[in-house]
């Protein structure tokens, strides 16, 4: 069938499609950026699941006392043999601890805090977000001006006010990040929710008769959980330096248990003799962190419509 225009002096020449609807109008990623974006995202997932496969099974395989000391293994360097014949990879402490079962078990309850500190400041934050989306009202203006209040005060000084208060455990300082990092995921999820009840298929819910728990669950929810799940893989990153911080003051996790923060706390006094003491676990840290942002990157480059074609 042809698209030409009918009885006018234009019949037989074909019409130009409409602007928006020839395949040509629509952005596609050029071929040669494929590879490299197939990189930033399966690199840093590699990464993070090496950490993470660490985090769980390498302290079954390297036991490890975190109380146990040994003075004759004390500050050997790397690749260095310890008294009872083992291989200490990454070197000992002061106190003849061995770094690398360290640095595993630091990563163990790096994550464990992070996903904990997430799971718990994303329930909240997003309950509230959306509910103050949905109602405003003086539920909206109450939340969101104490969320402005506390996003007005440097989150790691918050934090070590907060943690100062409850003391040193793991439990402390899983609360402690959470108050500080809800406000975020709840900003998130009202204006998700703001948008998202003014679409059409949401004021059609409504005029069918939909009640508010239909609209949330089925409307909003879908659309929050995408920019929600970026948010909190970029969080991950920050929560993970936090919490390191906060060990490093000794007001985080308590000396007892191994922490990348207590690590690198511990090994401030040896830089000039035992320089891996603190910078081992400290590279640990930053290549996690850094993996972590580059994925949260990619992420919302790929949730993101308008920056997924670059």
Do not use: K
């Amino acid at each position: 069938m042809s698209d030409a225009v009918p009885g006018s002096a234009l019949a037989g020449v074909p019409v130009p499609p409409a602007p928006g609807n020839s395949p040509a109008d629509v952005p596609v990623a050029p071929a040669a950026t494929r590879p490299r974006r197939r990189l930033r995202l399966w690199i840093p997932l590699g990464v993070i699941a090496a950490y993470l496969v660490t985090g769980l099974f390498g302290p079954m395989v390297a036991r490890y006392d975190p109380i146990a000391t040994s003075v004759v293994d004390r500050l050997l360097p790397p690749g260095s043999r310890l008294s009872d014949g083992s291989l200490a990879l990454l070197g000992t402490d002061q106190v003849g601890r061995d770094l690398l079962a360290q640095i595993m078990q630091g990563a163990r309850v790096s994550m464990l805090v992070g996903a904990a500190t997430l799971l718990l400041a994303g329930t909240v934050g997003t309950a509230l977000g959306i509910l103050c989306g949905y109602r405003g009202g003086v539920v909206e203006a109450v939340v969101m001006r104490l969320a402005d209040i506390q996003l007005a005060f440097p989150s790691i000084l918050l934090a070590v006010f907060v943690a100062g208060v409850l003391g040193a455990s793991v439990t402390n300082v899983v609360l402690t990040l959470s108050i500080t990092t809800w406000p975020i995921f709840a900003r998130v999820a009202r204006a998700q929710t703001l948008a998202t009840t003014s679409r059409d298929f949401a004021n059609a819910a409504r005029t069918l008769g939909a009640g508010p728990w239909h609209v949330v669950r089925h409307c909003v929810l879908p659309a929050v959980a995408s920019p929600l799940l970026v948010i909190a893989t970029v969080q991950l990153g920050f929560v993970i330096v936090a919490e390191a911080s906060l060990s490093f003051l000794s007001l985080g996790i308590p000396p007892g248990t191994p922490s990348w923060g207590t690590t690198i706390a511990n090994g401030r006094d040896y830089l000039a003799s035992a320089w891996w003491i603190a910078t081992l676990p400290g590279l640990a840290l930053a290549i996690f962190v850094v993996c972590v942002g580059v994925l949260g990157d990619e992420l919302r480059d790929r949730s993101d419509p308008n920056l997924s074609t670059r």
